[in-house]
Nanobody, 124 residues
């Protein structure tokens, strides 16, 4: 069993940066592929980024490539999402997900574990 808790969301202005964290409980964090998703009001959930268990490979949605960076610290059981050059269209609830399998791209269906999300609001 893995529990995921996101933090770091908030209200920022366009062009600002923000770092999200997702802390995981459980002893097998390093076995999981970690994902970030987001869901804006009235829109479907979309995958934002993913990182393999080893950290060697990363995947990004085209909309965030070159602006967002996913990273993980297996010693701290934490995955991060560094977001820069934020845009109003990045406004969404951001969710952390964990799965033993790499699924990319993905809408998150069948994800093993989910966090409850953290809200990011980018004002223009």
């Amino acid at each position: 069993q893995v529990q995921l808790v996101e933090s770091g969301g908030g209200l920022v202005q366009a062009g600002d940066s923000l770092r999200l964290s997702c802390a995981a409980s459980g002893r097998s964090f390093s076995s999981y592929v970690m994902y970030w998703f987001r869901q804006a009001p009235g829109r479907e959930r979309e995958s934002v980024a993913a990182m393999t268990s080893s950290g060697r490979s990363t995947y990004y949605a085209d909309s965030v490539k070159d602006r967002f960076t996913i990273s993980r610290d297996n010693a701290k059981n934490t995955v991060y999402l560094q977001m820069s050059s934020l845009k109003p269209e990045d406004t969404a609830v951001y969710y952390c997900g964990a799965d033993r399998a790499l699924k990319w791209p993905t809408r998150g269906d069948g994800m093993d574990y989910w966090g409850k999300g953290t809200l990011v609001t980018v004002s223009s």
